[in-house]
């Protein structure tokens, strides 16, 4: 399995901007499929955004193209860019990994994401 470590969290105020970063080890994360995951207190851990391993996107409706994901293979990196942050993006962010080769992002789903790093806290005061 590969290891996964997020960074880049923080407070910040709404309408404000974070990135997020996941650095992964233990294996290239070339082949696989990378997710930004989300968990408010009280809440079901949520799709955020998904990167397929051949570069295809999708985001949740609650996001929309207020974030973006992208992978960066040669440093074996993904990031996640938050722009136009509202209070109710506030949870613990989580980057995980999928071994699944589909090539539509939409058919990806949490269950298909076995390794996980151990999350960000995202604040956002209004």
């Known amino acids: 399995q590969v290891q996964l470590v997020e960074s880049g969290g923080g407070l910040v105020q709404a309408g404000g901007s974070l990135r997020l970063s996941c650095a992964a080890s233990g294996r290239p994360i070339a082949s696989y499929a990378m997710g930004w995951f989300r968990q408010a207190p009280g809440k079901e851990r949520e799709h955020v955004a998904i990167i397929t391993f051949n570069g295809r996107t999708r985001n949740a409706d609650s996001v929309n193209d207020r974030f973006t994901i992208s992978r960066d293979n040669a440093k074996n990196t993904v990031y996640l860019q938050m722009n136009g942050l509202k209070p109710e993006d506030t949870a613990v962010y989580y980057c995980?990994?999928?071994?699944?080769?589909?090539?539509?992002?939409?058919?990806?789903?949490?269950?298909?994401?076995?390794?996980w790093g151990q999350g960000t806290q995202v604040t956002v005061s209004s």
């Open positions: 995980a990994a999928s071994e699944s080769r589909t090539l539509s992002p939409w058919l990806l789903r949490l269950s298909d994401f076995n390794s």
